[in-house]
């Protein structure tokens, strides 16, 4: 199982390396077909999302707007494989990431995907460098020191990796979380709400930071936002409404 | 003492010193049929659960009759409330409860004071508004019944009688379709509007005036930029907006219109190089019968309002800044959705 992930890794790697040096960038890394998220049951049903379908290409910064209760959050957390989807498929590089059992689907949450909240969600008890490279801890492997150096540096937050997550600001805590997501230099970043309780300067920063990693690592980068001065900068913008896609629009 | 003699006049309480002496007189044969000793002890029981349970109810209708006071001077117009009593326990929920809704009520109370008051300062604006034309009117009709009057003299007073009539009419009109909104009986169309011909429409209204003064007019728009809405009243919000601007703008001046569309709104943007807005009225320009401090003696402060309404009405914003050298910059937004 362990041998069959990182399979797909190395397979993945290579693919996008032999991609790239072809100069074709421009290619598929999310797909979702008909997907559809219900909760409850019988009067209490919810349809969440409603038949959703889109592609996502490599290196794209897609930005998901809505009111809230539409499902742009369900919507991603599927996307990330947090939760399951009632119907319909998610492909990443080609790959049906709901076919995985639940410990495979964890593998590929912690090595594919980077996921970034509005709250954080840091471990309280564990300080900056410790919270950074708990993806790579997890996975038991040894913390490659010089990723860690370049993402302290990167995030500006040098100085401070014995400092616990009550001991910074907000908008530090977030850097702390971006700089978690970016540990295992995934090829998918979500954020839900990064900048959702920031300050405007804050906002912009972690923006210009997710923005500078979306060019930088070729990632995609799919972010929720409330902002419209965020979701504007984006390439692409999807909108959504009662868990249905009603606007797609590519912005630039 | 008089809490004392207050406390034994409840129905409830007499009912229970009854049932409690019947109690004592009881234990007391029962004991005394046993022994002597168990008589007196089993009387000495009685009277101190008596006393302790008189007791308990004695503090809690204190209680109650002091709640009952201050409702009393709540009632007669005292506006300060005891919230001191921040205890666990039914009484206390229920002293909390009343305090809530005596607050609730004098709010709900200043609210119907605040309005009753806006609605007599509107009949007073609006009459006032109609009355200087109409005062006009007057003169002029009666300069006009004086037989021996020349054409040139006629003339020109129908023509001053013209624009008070005018003016009258729009002001009129203006508030009916204000009410109407207040009433919510306004229909929206929901269609596809090119900002093009929107911005064309809405400059008919005011071409003339503004080359008698001189002013240009140049509208910046890209072909192909729309939003869904309703074409004739956002025509009118426009209109309005272009209005103010021109008043406001001296004689030479220049209106300038932007349009751009982009993935989440579609925005209006309108600049003047009149005199701008004082600081003071800048968040207050939208107000129903609001007039600056520069505003001309034509002004009612019902133009901008009216144009903020049908604006919000279309899932659409409007703020207005001074322009960084000269003149005032409203800005329009319809959004294609929620974000």
């Known amino acids: 199982m362990k041998r069959y992930n990182s399979n797909i890794t190395k397979i993945n790697l290579r693919g996008i390396l032999l991609k790239q040096a072809r100069g074709e960038l421009k290619m598929e890394i999310l797909k979702v077909e008909n997907l559809s998220k219900t909760y409850g049951k019988g009067d209490n049903q919810v349809k969440a999302l409603d038949n959703v379908s889109f592609t996502v290409q490599k290196g794209e910064f897609l930005a998901i707007i809505g009111p809230s209760g539409s499902g742009k959050s369900t919507l991603l957390h599927i996307l990330g494989g947090v939760d399951k989807p009632t119907s319909g498929k998610v492909f990443m590089d080609g790959k049906d990431v709901y076919a995985q059992n639940d410990t495979q689907l964890a593998i590929f949450r912690r090595r594919e995907v980077g996921l970034i909240y509005q709250f954080y969600n840091l471990i309280p008890v564990l300080n900056v460098s410790e919270n950074i490279t708990l993806p790579v801890l997890m996975d038991g492997r040894k913390v490659n020191q010089e990723r860690l150096e370049e993402l302290l540096n990167i995030l500006q937050i040098k100085g401070r990796e014995k400092h616990l997550p009550n001991q910074l600001s907000g908008g530090q805590q977030q850097r702390v979380s971006i700089g978690r997501a970016l540990m295992n230099s995934p090829a998918l970043m979500l954020a839900d709400e990064p900048t959702g309780n920031l300050d405007s300067k804050n906002s912009q920063d972690i923006v210009e930071l997710l923005k500078n990693s979306n060019k930088m690592y070729n990632q995609t980068l799919i972010i929720i936002t409330h902002d419209e001065n965020i979701a504007l900068q984006a390439d692409r913008i999807i909108a959504i409404e009662d868990g249905r896609i009603t606007r797609d629009e590519v912005v630039r | 003492m008089g809490d004392c003699m207050k406390f034994f006049r409840n129905p409830e309480m007499k009912k229970i010193i009854f049932l409690y002496i019947l109690i004592t007189f009881t234990a007391f044969g029962i004991g005394f049929w046993i022994d002597l000793r168990c008589a007196i002890f089993a009387v000495t029981i009685s009277i101190i659960f008596s006393t302790v349970h008189l007791m308990a109810d004695f503090f809690r209708y204190k209680k109650l009759s002091d709640l009952s006071y201050q409702i009393n001077e709540i009632l007669h117009g005292q506006d300060k409330y005891d919230l001191s009593s921040y205890a666990e326990g039914e009484l206390a929920i229920l002293q909390s409860q009343i305090f809530k809704m005596t607050i609730q009520l004098r709010q709900q109370a200043s609210i119907l004071k605040k309005d009753k008051g806006y609605l007599?300062?509107?009949?007073?604006?609006?009459?006032?508004?109609?009355?200087?034309?109409?005062?006009?009117?007057?003169?002029?009709?009666?300069?006009?019944?004086?037989?021996?009057?020349?054409?040139?003299?006629?003339?020109?007073?129908?023509?001053?009688?013209?624009?008070?009539?005018?003016?009258?009419?729009?002001?009129?009109?203006?508030?009916?379709?204000?009410?109407?909104?207040?009433?919510?009986?306004?229909?929206?169309?929901?269609?596809?509007?090119?900002?093009?011909?929107?911005?064309?429409?809405?400059?008919?209204?005011?071409?003339?005036?503004?080359?008698?003064?001189?002013?240009?007019?140049?509208?910046?728009?890209?072909?192909?930029?729309?939003?869904?809405?309703?074409?004739?009243?956002?025509?009118?919000?426009?209109?309005?907006?272009?209005?103010?601007?021109?008043?406001?703008?001296?004689?030479?001046?220049?209106?300038?219109?932007?349009?751009?569309?982009?993935?989440?709104?579609?925005?209006?943007?309108?600049?003047?190089?009149?005199?701008?807005?004082?600081?003071?009225?800048?968040?207050?320009?939208?107000?129903?019968?609001?007039?600056?401090?520069?505003?001309?003696?034509?002004?009612?402060?019902?133009?901008?309002?009216?144009?903020?309404?049908?604006?919000?009405?279309?899932?659409?914003?409007?703020?207005?800044?001074?322009?960084?050298?000269?003149?005032?910059?409203?800005?329009?937004?319809?959004?294609?959705?929620?974000?």
Not at chain 2, 123 to 129: C, K, L, N, R
Not at chain 2, 188 to 213: C, G, H, T, Y
Request: charged letters at 20%; one cysteine or more; proline letters at 2%.
């Open chain 2, 120 to 339: 007599t300062d509107s009949i007073a604006d609006i009459s006032h508004q109609i009355k200087t034309p109409l005062t006009s009117i007057n003169i002029i009709a009666s300069f006009l019944a004086e037989p021996d009057i020349t054409g040139e003299r006629r003339m020109q007073l129908t023509s001053e009688l013209m624009r008070m009539l005018s003016h009258v009419d729009w002001l009129i009109t203006t508030l009916l379709k204000m009410s109407k909104f207040d009433a919510d009986t306004v229909k929206f169309q929901n269609e596809v509007v090119n900002i093009d011909e929107l911005i064309k429409e809405a400059s008919i209204s005011i071409a003339i005036p503004m080359d008698l003064r001189d002013q240009k007019f140049i509208a910046k728009i890209q072909q192909g930029v729309t939003f869904i809405g309703d074409f004739a009243w956002s025509g009118e919000a426009i209109a309005n907006i272009l209005k103010n601007c021109m008043e406001h703008t001296p004689s030479g001046g220049q209106i300038v219109v932007l349009a751009e569309e982009n993935a989440i709104y579609s925005e209006i943007v309108i600049i003047d190089n009149g005199n701008g807005i004082a600081k003071e009225d800048l968040s207050h320009i939208f107000e129903r019968f609001y007039k600056g401090e520069n505003s001309s003696n034509q002004s009612v402060g019902i133009g901008l309002s009216l144009a903020k309404m049908i604006i919000t009405r279309q899932n659409g914003t409007i703020k207005v800044e001074n322009n960084q050298t000269v003149g005032a910059k409203f800005i329009i937004r319809f959004y294609k959705g929620i974000v």
